[in-house]
């Protein structure tokens, strides 16, 4: 029994992390296509950072493996943004993945909201955290992009570019996740 139990807990992981790459994945195709994407200037439609953080809203931290992995295969494959030097790239899409979860803790320990319970939380936090969690993100990579000498970047583009994007991004993952795709699907399975 115990054994099933077992079984059945690691096939629901590796589920949650094979949504939580795909989530991402498609985000950042999405963005790519919208957008487009420079590494050292950003985007001002990063969707990712809302697929990260609606992923981890509703998996919560069990779905970091496959966060970083989407993050570091899109990063390598769909963007080649990581300047010839793999390892600083790794790190920066390291940092993006756990930005959302460094905003959730903080935002926790200030009381201000329980992530967990996804019923009873208003809106108005879910954008708090897409803020904070934009200004983690862009500052990290800020950092970690100047640390490396792999690339050439204006501190002020690179930071605007980076918090806009993720904004942006973030709202309009979220809030079509959240609001516009339900009403699309009650449309469609309503006779």
């Not at 390291?94 to 939380?121: C, E, H, R, T, Y």
């Not at 690179?158 to 609001?179: E, N, Q, R």
């Amino acid at each position: 029994m115990e054994d099933t139990i077992v079984t059945m807990k690691h096939k629901e992981l590796i589920t949650n992390n094979l949504i939580a790459f795909s989530a991402i994945f498609i985000a950042s195709i999405a963005m790519k296509y919208l957008s487009g994407f420079d590494a050292e200037i950003g985007s001002y439609l990063y969707l990712p950072i809302g697929a990260k953080i609606l992923i981890f809203l509703l998996f919560g931290r069990s779905v970091l493996p496959g966060v970083m992995a989407s993050c570091i295969f899109c990063g390598v494959v769909l963007f080649n943004s990581w300047g010839g030097n793999f390892a600083w790239g790794a790190i920066g899409a390291m940092m993006g993945a756990v930005a959302p979860l460094i905003s959730m803790w903080f935002i926790q320990k200030l009381d201000v909201v329980n992530f967990s319970n996804l019923k009873n939380i208003d809106f108005r936090h879910i954008l708090f955290l897409i803020f904070f969690t934009a200004i983690i993100h862009a500052l990290s990579r800020f950092v970690i992009y100047a640390k490396s000498e792999v690339f050439s970047i204006n501190p002020v583009d690179f930071l605007s570019h980076y918090l806009v994007g993720d904004m942006i991004g973030g709202v309009v993952v979220i809030w079509t996740v959240l609001k516009i795709l339900p009403y699309f699907v009650s449309r469609v399975v309503r006779p």
